[in-house]
């Protein structure tokens, strides 16, 4: 123990800092237990959940790519890294203003609607890389340095710091991260649901006050744009939405079925020809410049 005592003021001062990556880790195996272990890359190994993940994000919903890609720092000669590609959310409009994607994706579903991507597309430079990041050789598996790596929204990832360290080994220039701030809707969701499905307190998993400290104490001092986002998932019946919400709150038996449909008729609107279930959240994008000393603590 390190505590010491200002004598003047009588304030202790705890000079032992808090592990944030054990912080992390414990926040991630809770929430992964309060899921049944449906992790985060689990969600998508049904394509149709990634075929529907990728409609979120087209047409009207396009603004979060658009101004996602606007703001990096890329040219016609950049080689970006994008870690949980998804369905090609960003890597398809960034392949075709750089010069080369590597797409890093574990989940079988988000990896097959990311190859019919490519293919529709005609796009020849992006590299699909089906694994998770913890299980990747930089020398192995991938064409490091890149000038940007990008984590979008996927940093499911059990050791953030060793993650982190990882990223930064692949790049040369940027890393950028994305992810949330505060409860998220589908944490209300799930708590609200989680007693009467599973039959135990739902965890969210940690959020962006947990990776700053992480990285402060990796002695990066990153720049965050806080960015508030409102979502719909869009179906074209009720029968859908219950179907696809189905693997999102890991339904096994009729009885949670009935408990999900029931919530979902008290949440689910009508929009034009679609039913829709709105969400929102606070996201935020965490982003630093590689070069600057790094004095781990
Ligand atoms: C919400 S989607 C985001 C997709 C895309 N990056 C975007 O911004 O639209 C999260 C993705 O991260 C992937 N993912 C989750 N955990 C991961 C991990 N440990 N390593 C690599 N990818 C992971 C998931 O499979 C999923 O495709």
């Known amino acids: ?20 990556n054990e912080v992390w880790k414990q926040q991630m195996s809770l929430q992964n237990r309060s899921q049944h272990a449906v992790d985060c890359a689990a969600i998508w190994d ?5 075929e529907l ?3 979120m994000f087209q047409g009207k919903g396009s603004e979060r790519i658009e101004n996602t890609i606007k703001d990096l720092p890329l040219t016609p000669e950049s080689r ?5 590609a998804g369905p090609g959310t960003l890597a398809i409009p960034l392949a075709k203003k750089v010069s080369h994607v590597t797409a890093v994706e574990p989940s079988p579903g988000m990896g097959s609607v990311l190859q019919d991507q490519i293919a529709e597309n005609e796009i020849d430079n992006i590299r699909y890389v089906h694994k998770r990041w913890e299980d990747i050789d930089i020398e192995a598996d991938l064409d490091a340095p890149y000038d940007v790596v990008i984590a979008s929204y996927s940093l499911g990832m059990p050791d953030i710091k060793e993650a982190v360290r990882k ?40 959020k962006c006050n947990v990776l700053y400290n992480v990285l402060y104490q990796m002695g990066i001092y990153p720049n965050i744009t806080v960015i508030p986002f409102e979502h719909a998932h869009k179906f074209s019946s009720e029968e859908e939405a219950n179907e696809h919400f189905k693997s ?31 969400g929102s ?11 600057c000393d790094h004095n781990e603590q």
């Not at 970006?80 to 949980?84: A, E, S, Y």
């Not at 008729?265 to 009508?270: I, P, S, V």
């Open 281 to 291: 959240n606070t996201r935020v994008k965490i982003w630093w410049k590689k070069g």
């Open 53 to 55: 993940f990728l409609k």
């Open 248 to 278: 999102y709150f890991n339904i096994t038996e009729q009885r949670q079925e009935a408990i999900l449909g029931d919530y979902l008729k008290d949440h689910l609107e009508e929009d034009d020809d679609s039913i829709i279930l709105k």
């Open 1 to 20: 123990m390190n505590d010491s005592k200002c004598k003047e003021s009588g304030i202790m001062i705890n000079k032992n800092t808090t592990d944030w």
């Open 80 to 84: 970006v890294l994008d870690i949980g």
């Open 167 to 206: 990223m930064e080994a692949a790049s040369s220039k940027y890393v950028y991260t994305y992810w949330f701030a505060g409860e998220t809707s589908w944490d209300i969701n799930f708590r609200a649901l989680w007693p009467s499905l599973h039959g135990i307190e739902y965890h969210p998993a940690p």
């Open 46 to 50: 049904k394509k149709e959940n990634a």
